[in-house]
C-alpha cells in the first residue's frame, strides 16, 4: 500500500516518539510508575499524537483514520500498553464525545482531551457483564436535573490516571438489554465516585487499570451523552473504531516480534552456523512475515472503509479477529526461536508474548469477533 506524505510523516513522528520517548521509560512504566507513565502523557500530548483524530476546532490535527492507526501501530512495536492507553483514550474515551456530545461537551472535553492534559477512559464491563456487556446493571436513577448513579465497573484502562470517564448505566430498569442503557460522561471529582487500582496483569503491565465504583454518584443532565437508551448503541460504535485500533496494535507486536527474531537469528550460533540458515527457522519467518501482510491489509482496510464513510464493522471486527491471532502466533514463534532466552526477561519478545495475550480477549473476544462476522454475513 502506497502511503501519502502526511500518513508517512506521523508514522516517523510516531516511531521516533517511541523509541526517543516511551523506550527509555519502558523499565519504570512496566513496573507500575504512574509519574513515569504521566510523563509519557505529557509527551505524547506535546508531540500531537493524542490529537490526530479530533478536528482542528476542539485542539486535534484531524488527520484520517488510517494516519492515526499507523501511529497506534509503530507505538505498540515499543510499547504495546502506552499503545492501549492511547487507543482507549482516544477511540472508546474521547471518540463517543466528539460523534455523540453536545458543542458545549465537545468543547469542555475534547482540546483538554486532545493535548493530553487530561486523560480518557471508557467504562463499560462490570464483573456480571463481560462478552453480554448490554446486560450491565449499573444504575442511573433521575434526580432532579440530573441523576444518581450505582454500580461498579471493572477492568478499566487508564483508570488510575484518567481525569474523564464514559460509562454506561441503565436508565429503564424494566428494559434488561441494550435500550435500557445511558451513556454519560462522569469526571473523576464527582461525589460518591472512587476508583481502586486493578489486579496484577499477565501483560500490559505498563497499562494502568482499576475499577470504578459508583455511590450515588451525582451526575447532571448535562453530562449525559445522547438520549436515554441511547448508551449501548453508542457504545458498539465506538468499539469498532476501537477494534481497527486493536487490529493495529497487533500488527505492531507482530512485527515487532518478526523484526526481534530476524536481528536473532542471523547472530545466535549452533552446530556451527547461525540459525538463520536452518531450513526450520526459515520456515517460521516466513509463516510470520505472510500472516503479517495478510493482517496489516485487513487494518488498513477496515481504516480505509471507515474514512471513505462505508460501512466497516464486519471490516473491524475481522481485522480485530485475525491480527490480535496473528500477533499471539508470531509472540509464539519468536519465544520458540529465542529458545530458553525467550523465556527470559532479557529479551523483549518475553514481554510481546505477554502483552499479545490478552488481544483476543478485550474489546471483544475472538469468539464474540467470529459471531459478529457470522451474523453479518448471514444476513446479507
Same mark, same amino acid.
Given at each position: 500500500?502506497?502511503?501519502?506524505?502526511?500518513?508517512?510523516?506521523?508514522?516517523?513522528?510516531?516511531?521516533?516518539?517511541?523509541?526517543?520517548?516511551?523506550?527509555?521509560?519502558?523499565?519504570?512504566?512496566?513496573?507500575?510508575?504512574?509519574?513515569?507513565?504521566?510523563?509519557?502523557? /505529557?509527551?505524547?500530548?506535546?508531540?500531537?499524537?493524542?490529537?490526530?483524530?479530533?478536528? @482542528? =476546532?476542539?485542539? &486535534? $490535527? #484531524?488527520?484520517? %483514520?488510517?494516519?492515526?492507526?499507523?501511529?497506534?501501530?509503530?507505538?505498540?512495536?515499543?510499547?504495546?500498553?502506552?499503545?492501549?492507553?492511547?487507543?482507549?483514550?482516544?477511540?472508546?474515551?474521547?471518540?463517543?464525545?466528539?460523534?455523540?456530545?453536545?458543542?458545549?461537551?465537545?468543547?469542555?472535553?475534547?482540546? /483538554?482531551?486532545?493535548?493530553?492534559?487530561?486523560?480518557?477512559?471508557?467504562?463499560?464491563? @462490570? =464483573?456480571?457483564? &463481560? $462478552? #453480554?456487556?448490554? %446486560?450491565?446493571?449499573?444504575?442511573?436513577?433521575?434526580?432532579?436535573?440530573?441523576?444518581?448513579?450505582?454500580?461498579?465497573?471493572?477492568?478499566?484502562?487508564?483508570?488510575?490516571?484518567?481525569?474523564?470517564?464514559?460509562?454506561?448505566?441503565?436508565?429503564?430498569?424494566?428494559?434488561?438489554?441494550?435500550?435500557?442503557?445511558?451513556?454519560?460522561?462522569?469526571?473523576?471529582?464527582?461525589?460518591?465516585?472512587?476508583?481502586?487500582?486493578?489486579?496484577?496483569?499477565?501483560?500490559?503491565?505498563?497499562?494502568?487499570?482499576?475499577?470504578?465504583?459508583?455511590?450515588?454518584?451525582?451526575?447532571?443532565?448535562?453530562?449525559?451523552?445522547?438520549?436515554?437508551?441511547?448508551?449501548?448503541?453508542?457504545?458498539?460504535?465506538?468499539?469498532?473504531?476501537?477494534?481497527?485500533?486493536?487490529?493495529?496494535?497487533?500488527?505492531?507486536?507482530?512485527?515487532?516480534?518478526?523484526?526481534?527474531?530476524?536481528?536473532?537469528?542471523?547472530?545466535?550460533?549452533?552446530?556451527?552456523?547461525?540459525?538463520?540458515?536452518?531450513?526450520?527457522?526459515?520456515?517460521?519467518?516466513?509463516?510470520?512475515?505472510?500472516?503479517?501482510?495478510?493482517?496489516?491489509?485487513?487494518?488498513?482496510?477496515?481504516?480505509?472503509?471507515?474514512?471513505?464513510?462505508?460501512?466497516?464493522?464486519?471490516?473491524?471486527?475481522?481485522?480485530?479477529?485475525?491480527?490480535?491471532?496473528?500477533?499471539?502466533?508470531?509472540?509464539?514463534?519468536?519465544?520458540?526461536?529465542?529458545?530458553?532466552?525467550?523465556?527470559?526477561?532479557?529479551?523483549?519478545?518475553?514481554?510481546?508474548?505477554?502483552?499479545?495475550?490478552?488481544?483476543?480477549?478485550?474489546?471483544?473476544?475472538?469468539?464474540?469477533?467470529?459471531?459478529?462476522?457470522?451474523?453479518?454475513?448471514?444476513?446479507?
Amino acid at each position: 500500500m502506497f502511503l501519502t506524505e502526511q500518513q508517512q510523516s506521523i508514522q516517523a513522528l510516531a516511531a521516533d516518539i517511541a523509541t526517543s520517548v516511551i523506550a527509555p521509560e519502558n523499565p519504570a512504566i512496566e513496573s507500575g510508575d504512574l509519574t513515569a507513565l504521566r510523563r509519557v502523557w /505529557d509527551q505524547l500530548g506535546e508531540s500531537g499524537l493524542t490529537g490526530l483524530a479530533y478536528p @482542528e =476546532a476542539y485542539g &486535534g $490535527s #484531524d488527520v484520517d %483514520s488510517l494516519s492515526y492507526i499507523l501511529a497506534l501501530k509503530e507505538i505498540a512495536k515499543v510499547s504495546a500498553s502506552v499503545a492501549t492507553a492511547l487507543s482507549v483514550h482516544t477511540s472508546v474515551g474521547g471518540l463517543p464525545i466528539l460523534y455523540n456530545g453536545t458543542e458545549a461537551q465537545k468543547e469542555q472535553y475534547l482540546p /483538554d482531551l486532545a493535548a493530553a492534559k487530561k486523560v480518557a477512559a471508557f467504562g463499560l464491563t @462490570e =464483573a456480571d457483564a &463481560g $462478552s #453480554d456487556a448490554a %446486560s450491565g446493571t449499573t444504575r442511573a436513577v433521575k434526580n432532579g436535573n440530573g441523576y444518581k448513579l450505582s454500580g461498579a465497573k471493572i477492568f478499566i484502562t487508564n483508570a488510575l490516571l484518567a481525569d474523564v470517564f464514559v460509562v454506561t448505566a441503565r436508565t429503564n430498569p424494566e428494559d434488561k438489554g441494550p435500550k435500557g442503557l445511558t451513556a454519560f460522561i462522569v469526571d473523576r471529582d464527582t461525589e460518591g465516585f472512587t476508583i481502586t487500582k486493578g489486579d496484577e496483569k499477565m501483560g500490559l503491565c505498563a497499562s494502568d487499570w482499576g475499577e470504578l465504583h459508583f455511590d450515588d454518584s451525582p451526575v447532571p443532565e448535562s453530562q449525559r451523552l445522547a438520549e436515554e437508551g441511547q448508551g449501548f448503541k453508542i457504545f458498539m460504535r465506538s468499539l469498532d473504531v476501537g477494534r481497527i485500533s486493536i487490529g493495529a496494535i497487533s500488527v505492531g507486536i507482530a512485527e515487532a516480534c518478526l523484526d526481534e527474531s530476524v536481528k536473532y537469528v542471523h547472530q545466535r550460533e549452533q552446530f556451527g552456523e547461525p540459525i538463520a540458515k536452518r531450513q526450520a527457522i526459515q520456515f517460521k519467518l516466513a509463516d510470520m512475515g505472510t500472516r503479517i501482510e495478510a493482517a496489516r491489509h485487513l487494518v488498513y482496510n477496515a481504516a480505509l472503509r471507515k474514512d471513505s464513510g462505508q460501512p466497516f464493522g464486519l471490516e473491524a471486527s475481522m481485522a480485530k479477529l485475525y491480527a490480535s491471532e496473528v500477533s499471539n502466533f508470531c509472540a509464539k514463534e519468536a519465544v520458540q526461536i529465542f529458545g530458553g532466552y525467550g523465556y527470559t526477561k532479557d529479551f523483549p519478545v518475553e514481554r510481546f508474548f505477554r502483552d499479545a495475550r490478552v488481544l483476543t480477549l478485550y474489546e471483544g473476544t475472538s469468539e464474540v469477533q467470529r459471531m459478529i462476522i457470522a451474523r453479518q454475513l448471514l444476513t446479507t
